[in-house]
């Protein structure tokens, strides 16, 4: 018997419908968070904010996270032009957002970033803090407006991190009045919560340094917090990674045997899906270990929660291998949700994919230099 290409596609298991918790989902298919810098400097986000995951959402994808969001006005915020959600005006901003997204039939979860030592720009005139004062590797991101080496940060005392908690925990609620389907720990990549899982960023003696069960306390810290005041009301997720914006070939010291310590510590605090990043090299090469098994299939076991694989997912081959063979339970894209918005239909109907095209993000990674990108695209035609 013929399959044509659209019943073979269909089958792909990314397309079953599926929960986090209490949230529903239609599909397996989330769109990754991906920093835009898109709002005029003052944290709201805009109108073409809102066009833009809107369209994911009409575009099929089941899940949208959006990009790192800073919570609070003191150290927290990356980049210029950033969004934020540490005041009245930008969580009032973040609601048609919200509104467009979910009229789409999608579900949508605020990803929330403090920077730390990463931070290319906050109201503090440029004083940065992180676990302990070691300069990052690496240079600050052009296409977040950066240049240069980043300066060494101040090393956190018990107040910074007892304010970092509670903007944390305030965000968060927030998050849950604007209504957001969750929030997303951003523990990943080499900000704020990475530099304290990182041996080489944290020193401390204190109980947040040293093994990787004290390295993991600050970001379970963060999820009681915000546990604490939104109770089951919110979903509450977390992102980590081995590798960094800043450092592609870090990997966790005790591979294995430290995922288990993170997704167990990160369980017990009350996550409520695990997110593996996969920056730099993608889920092949960040997420398997030696011997096959991958840290996506560890932090199923051990986290007992839904888990979502990321990195060069868009390949669906890879992605139907992922899901199939018990990898994970959902998978992010990046890079291809951002050249095909509607990713998820094309998926579903055989469709071609577009490629991505760096361009998309040089000289500057926001929305404007995207849609600018797709009209001289068309004009090409
Ligand atoms: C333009 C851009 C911005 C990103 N911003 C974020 C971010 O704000 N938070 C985050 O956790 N990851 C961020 N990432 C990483 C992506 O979520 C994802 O992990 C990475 O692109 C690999 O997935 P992919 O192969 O599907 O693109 C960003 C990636 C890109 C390309």
New binding site residues.
């Given amino acids: 018997m013929m399959t044509n290409r659209s019943t073979a596609a269909a089958l792909h298991p990314a397309l079953s419908s599926t929960s986090i918790g209490a949230l529903r989902l239609s599909n397996r298919l989330v769109v990754?968070?991906?920093?835009r810098v898109s709002t005029a400097g003052d944290g709201v986000p805009t109108e073409a904010m809102r066009r833009y995951y809107a369209a994911f959402a009409e575009g099929g994808f089941g899940l949208v996270i959006t990009?790192?969001t800073y919570p609070d006005l003191a150290h927290s915020q990356g980049y210029a032009d950033q969004p934020g959600l540490a005041t009245d005006a930008q969580a009032a901003a973040w609601r048609p957002i919200v509104d467009a997204v979910h009229a789409a039939g999608a579900k949508i979860i605020v990803?929330l970033?403090h920077a730390g030592a990463l931070s290319q720009g906050n109201r503090h005139r440029g004083e940065t803090i992180g676990p302990s004062a070691v300069q990052p590797k690496g240079e600050k991101l052009p296409e977040y407006g950066g240049s240069g080496p980043y300066a060494t940060p101040r090393a956190m005392n018990e107040d910074d991190i007892r304010d970092v908690l509670d903007g944390f925990a305030r965000a968060a609620v927030r998050a849950r009045d604007v209504g957001f389907d969750g929030v997303e720990l951003?523990a990943?990549?080499g900000y704020l919560f990475d530099q304290f899982l990182t041996t080489y960023t944290n020193t401390r003696t204190d109980p947040y340094g040293g093994p990787v069960e004290n390295r993991i306390r600050f970001a379970a810290d963060a999820v009681r917090a915000m546990r604490g005041v939104v109770g089951s009301g919110l979903l509450i997720g977390t992102?980590v990674s081995q590798a960094k914006v800043n450092d592609f070939t870090y990997r966790w010291p005790g591979g294995a045997e430290d995922g288990k310590v993170i997704f167990a510590a990160l369980r017990d605090a009350g996550a409520d899906y695990l997110h593996v990043?996969?920056?730099g090299r993608?889920w092949r090469q960040g997420a398997q270990l030696p011997g096959g098994v991958s840290l996506t299939e560890i932090a199923r076991h051990v986290g007992e929660l839904p888990v979502i694989a990321?990195?060069?997912?868009?390949d669906p081959a890879l992605s139907a291998r992922v899901i199939e063979g018990g990898h994970a339970d959902l998978v992010?894209?990046?890079?291809?949700a951002l050249a095909n918005p509607d990713w998820p239909r094309r998926l579903a109907e055989g469709a071609p994919f577009e490629p991505f095209d760096r361009a998309m993000?040089h000289p500057y990674?926001s929305i404007e230099n995207v849609e600018q990108w797709r009209r001289s695209r068309a004009a090409l035609g």
């Fill in positions: 990754a968070p991906m920093s990009e790192g990803q970033m951003h990943a990549n992102r990043a996969g920056e993608g990321n990195g060069g997912l868009d992010s894209i990046g890079r291809g993000l990674a």
